[in-house]
């Protein structure tokens, strides 16, 4: 696929077929993901790899309620609010599979380096037919004690990006981007 073709037509994706990811197109995708240039090529990532439904069902609802528990008011937060409340709400989307990226260990430009990796991984997975989506609901529960040792994760390491993967059911619309704003100095 052309490389214009998966930055412009990727879109966040929202609803699965029950099609499960194999381990060999997993593994093409993290080493899409390496291949992200990181800071003095530290490479801080590590992987990991969940298609335990029921282990995501329950990670989605510790997830729900740590985000109900420490939500800051903001203009999202009644929107917010009433989604995580709905029981019938899985942030995951009931998607095949969950790949985390965290860094290993905390450093300066950890969250850069595996938000890079994610957004290779994200169109190398469009690339191949795969729908990605980045949830950030997940975030928060997942930097906790209790959110590490759910995924077995050292307590040192820093979860930064929860992608979902799997056989999308739609193609979503595209998404409208506001026009940029950029300033030319010369
Ligand atoms: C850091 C980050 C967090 C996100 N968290 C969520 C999330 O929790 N749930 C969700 O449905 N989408 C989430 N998204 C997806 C965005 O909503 C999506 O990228 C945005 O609306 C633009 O749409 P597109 O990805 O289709 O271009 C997240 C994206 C990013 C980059």
């Known amino acids: 696929m052309d ?86 709400f899985q942030i995951f989307y009931d998607a095949p599979a969950l790949i985390v990226i965290s860094a290993a260990a905390p450093g300066p430009w950890i969250v850069e380096d595996c938000a890079l990796a994610a957004e290779n991984l994200m169109l190398a997975a469009y690339a191949v037919g795969l729908g990605t989506c980045w949830i950030g609901f997940a975030q928060g529960f997942l930097n906790t004690p209790d959110g590490k040792q759910s995924l077995g994760l050292p307590a040192a390491c820093v979860p930064v990006a929860p992608i979902i993967v799997g056989h999308p059911k739609v193609a979503p619309p595209a998404v409208a981007r506001k026009t940029p704003d950029i300033r030319w100095l010369g």
Do not use: C
């Open 3 to 88: 490389i214009n073709d998966a930055i412009f037509s990727r879109r966040s994706v929202r609803e699965y077929s029950s099609q499960s990811v194999d381990e060999p197109t997993i593994r093409r995708l993290i080493d899409a993901a390496v291949h992200a240039p990181n800071a003095v090529n530290q490479q801080p990532w590590m992987f990991t790899v969940i298609r335990d439904q029921s282990l995501l069902d329950r990670v989605s609802r510790d997830a729900k309620s740590h985000m109900l528990a420490n939500m800051p008011a903001g203009p999202q937060s009644d929107h917010f609010r009433s989604l995580l409340g709905d029981p019938t």
